[in-house]
């Protein structure tokens, strides 16, 4: 496919490199079409132009737009990597050219060996890969800086002659996966935790849409536990291109637990009312299915017997993609994606006085099921849906606000909504 870019206004290219989608046969179009109508939208407030080319995504962008434009990269799902780009002429003294000045840069960074790697996908150019390579070579050894390594170079130089010549170095790795949106719609039950973020961030990782559920108990819970929340849902709107977060005020649900259910099934029956309430919203936001942080034996509450209840709570297909991952694991992806310090703040989500001495490990269905049918809590649990609040968090709004260079307006902000 062709495309029509004036380089000489959009003076910046990236290139993204499209790994898995490549894999996916006659899908890959419906997947490619996502990544670029992703990128674009959360490039709409700037001067940039996105567009796929035979495996590989563009951006082109004026000087302006190159903080938008790279940390939206950063947070692209659906890419290997990105690298900015030199677009050239498809001759030898330009490739050569380009090479040089790619070269410098690496010698200052204290690169000291070198490859090149020429791919030729217009087969009209009259030079193949290799003679491209030898051709392109010799202007960094012949200046003396650096030596050829092929095995373990400091810095590999890709020359790709396409439509155009494009000349890179180093690329910056991403998160991988499918592009949001190919895989349906998940709703994530999002706690100030470690583990629910990630948790949905594996889930967008593989094309998924995530809207958030987070179940407040104020005054019990902290408005800073809220706000803990907010600033994870944020997160998770970057790498899912937008997110909504619904607010359900779970105290007096909490109250009747408390008053109605035995000590040690306390938690056992917040889990369950939670799964209630996240039913009625997923049927309201058409979701596929639900998603939870939980890991086997990570808690009283992650048994298999007592996770075997709380699923049969659930109306939608539930998804644990933690369930067989310990702490150290989804503390290192928490991490990545810079969840992590925002949930280890000091603010419970959960509070003691609602946390049972000695909970119950191995429930079963019927005994949970009796419990819960005596609390008579239904009306509650539906009360505290009705009354949720929602907020929106954007990619698109959020680099808007830092960076537009076009007319943009904002299509909430973070400002919060009720129905
Ligand atoms: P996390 O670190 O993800 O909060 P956790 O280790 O604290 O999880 P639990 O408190 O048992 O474990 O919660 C298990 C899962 O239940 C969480 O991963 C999350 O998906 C869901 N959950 C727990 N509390 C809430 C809440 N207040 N609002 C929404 N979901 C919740
Ligand atoms: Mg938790």
């Not at 082109?60 to 990105?82: H, M, Q």
């Not at 000045?101 to 009259?126: C, L, M, P, Q, Y």
């Not at 050894?141 to 373990?152: E, I």
Request: proline share 3%; hydrophobic share 40%; net charge negative.
């Amino acid at each position: 496919m062709k495309h029509d870019i004036d380089f000489n206004y959009y003076t910046e290219t990236y290139l993204g490199k499209v790994g898995e989608l490549t894999l996916k046969g006659g899908n890959m179009r419906v997947f490619e079409k996502q990544l670029v109508l992703n990128l674009r939208l959360a490039l709409e407030s700037v001067e940039a132009r996105v567009w796929t080319q035979a495996g590989r995504l563009y951006v082109s962008c004026t000087k302006d737009s190159v903080p938008a434009a790279e940390y939206a990269l950063d947070r692209l799902i659906g890419i290997t990597g990105w690298a900015k780009v030199r677009v050239v002429e498809k001759t030898m003294e330009a490739i050569r050219a380009a090479v040089a000045e790619e070269g410098k840069a690496a010698v200052a960074s204290g690169a000291k060996t070198f490859k090149i790697d020429a791919r030729r996908e217009d087969k009209s150019f009259a030079l193949n890969s290799y003679e491209i390579c030898s051709g392109a070579a010799g202007v960094l050894f012949d200046d003396g800086t650096m030596s050829v390594d092929v095995h373990n170079p400091d810095v590999v130089i890709n020359v790709e002659v396409r439509d155009k010549c494009y000349v890179y170095c180093a690329q910056r790795k991403t998160c991988r996966g499918l592009p949001v949106g190919v895989s349906g719609k998940g709703l994530l039950l999002l706690s100030g935790g470690i583990d629910s973020p990630v948790a949905g961030y594996r889930m967008m990782r593989r094309g998924m849409k995530v809207e958030c559920i987070y179940f407040h108990s104020y005054p019990y819970t902290s408005e800073e536990a809220q706000k803990k929340v907010e600033d994870l849902a944020r997160i998770i709107g970057q790498y899912g291109v937008d997110t909504h977060l619904n607010i359900i005020p779970f105290t007096d649900v909490q109250m009747q637990i408390k008053a109605k259910s035995p000590e040690a099934y306390t938690t056992l029956m917040l889990r369950l009312c939670m799964m209630k309430c996240a039913n009625l919203l997923a049927e309201r936001v058409h979701a596929d299915c639900l998603i939870t942080g939980e890991s086997l034996g990570q808690v009283a509450s992650q048994t298999i017997q007592n996770l075997t209840v709380t699923e049969s709570f659930a109306e939608y297909p539930l998804l644990r993609p933690l369930v067989g991952l310990d702490k150290e694991e989804i503390t290192a992806t928490a991490e990545e994606i810079g969840t992590f310090d925002i949930s280890i703040l000091p603010y419970e989500d959960c509070c003691v006085l609602f946390t049972p001495k000695h909970p119950i490990l191995r429930a079963t269905v019927e005994e949970a099921k009796a419990i819960y049918d005596s609390m008579q809590i239904d009306e509650l649990v539906q009360k505290a849906f009705e009354d949720r609040k929602i907020m929106r968090f954007s990619l698109r709004d959020e680099i808007g606000s830092k960076w537009a260079t076009k007319k943009f307006v904002p299509q909430t902000g973070d400002c919060i909504l009720k129905e």
